[in-house]
């Protein structure tokens, strides 16, 4: 009795996103090898799981018939019990009782595993008594205190000629405001008149080709440095040496750059929105009338005031101890313990 995991989507989300439920999935089999886990993908998508994964291959097809067709005798093959899907970040449980009854499973109700408040509200009423909210963490952050001095210059003249930074680190795309970034960083750089950089590094999406366009006659593009598909460790060590995170987004898609920089020890100027206030209440908050405006200000504050922002640290440093990657994957185990209870137990 087999857990099918379908990382094939029907509709596009955040990059950003759909990596952090990936890798969640690749946890968890590698720290359950007693599961009997089947991950499905589509052709062309990238390997990397774990050993005691097996990996199957369907290639989406623009018949929706045809597709619940493959899905069903998939399932069937594998005598799956539980089948786990994703509707942009909120995962959808279904419990399968059986080859006679898969289709009729599947049109059920599943169980929900939603991170963020704002994944709630975007469910209909009736749903609330099958969502279970999970507190997110991140693997393997590196935090500002683990790293030397030497590793901090080190990071720093990799990218940015040995001078700090500012980060965003997130889908390069429309909704998390890059362009409102860079005008608030031109006022910043316009009235402090520092060598401060800002380094904007993330997933590729369909946008990014307009950002780039805007930025190759950005006054300040000597002051910009923009890094595409970074992998996760150049990820990790950007967050743990930047000055601070910036992050403008005013969706509410699940604020991963947000949750990073907590559990890294990094300073967080952010939009004031629900998804974010969720995450920390120790953030420089912009307004986000005026966004330019109001980051470039919470730029300056940082950036002249040290004391201020050791502040914020401390009061973020007293709520670190809420992102466990550990007590995530476990909470997740026992949601699909419960959902399949005949299935091999927890490890202790």
């Known amino acids: ?38 991950f499905l993908t589509e052709e062309g998508a990238p390997g990397g799981f774990p050993p005691p994964v097996t990996v199957k291959t369907i290639k989406k097809s623009s018949f929706g018939w045809l597709d619940r067709k493959r899905l069903l005798t998939l399932l069937e093959e594998e005598n799956a019990a539980l089948y786990v899907g994703f ?47 999970i507190q997110p963490a991140l693997p393997g952050v590196i935090t500002a205190a683990e790293l ?37 960083f031109s006022l910043f750089k316009k009235r402090q008149q520092s060598n401060m950089q ?28 923009l890094i595409k598909d970074p992998n996760w460790q150049e990820t990790l060590r950007l967050a743990a040496a930047a000055y601070a995170m ?51 200000q919470a730029m300056m504050l940082l950036y002249k005031d040290e004391n201020h922002k050791q502040q914020l640290l401390q009061k973020a ?3 670190a101890h809420r992102f466990s990657r550990e007590q995530m994957l476990e909470a997740i185990g026992k949601i699909l313990e419960i959902s399949f209870p005949y299935q091999l137990p927890l490890k202790q």
């Open 1 to 38: 009795m087999k857990t099918i995991i379908d990382f094939r989507v029907e509709e596009k989300f955040s990059p950003s996103v759909s990596a952090f439920l990936e890798q969640l999935w690749m946890d968890l089999a590698s720290a359950q090898p007693e599961r009997p886990f089947v």
């Open 87 to 133: 509707s942009g970040g909120i995962i959808n449980v279904f419990a399968l009782q059986g080859a006679a009854s898969y289709k009729k499973d599947l049109q059920q109700t599943p169980l929900r595993i939603v991170f963020s408040g704002a994944e709630l509200l975007r469910l209909p009423a009736q749903a609330a008594g099958t969502v279970q909210y």
């Open 148 to 184: 030397t001095w030497t590793d901090t210059e080190s990071i720093r003249t990799q990218h940015t000629g040995g001078r700090e930074y500012f980060l965003f680190t997130g889908d390069i795309d429309a909704p998390h405001q890059l362009i409102e970034l860079l005008k608030a």
């Open 198 to 225: 800002l380094v904007i590094a993330g997933p590729v999406t369909d946008w990014t080709d307009v950002f780039e366009e805007k930025l190759a006659t950005y006054k300040y593009r000597a002051d910009v440095v």
């Open 246 to 296: 910036v992050y403008p987004a005013l969706s509410d898609t699940l604020p991963l750059a947000v949750l990073l920089a907590h559990q890294a020890g990094t300073a967080v100027i952010a939009s004031d929105i629900p998804a974010t206030r969720e995450l920390t209440t120790a953030a420089e908050w912009a307004d986000n009338t005026r966004p330019e405006e109001s980051f470039a």
């Open 317 to 319: 440093a007293a709520q």
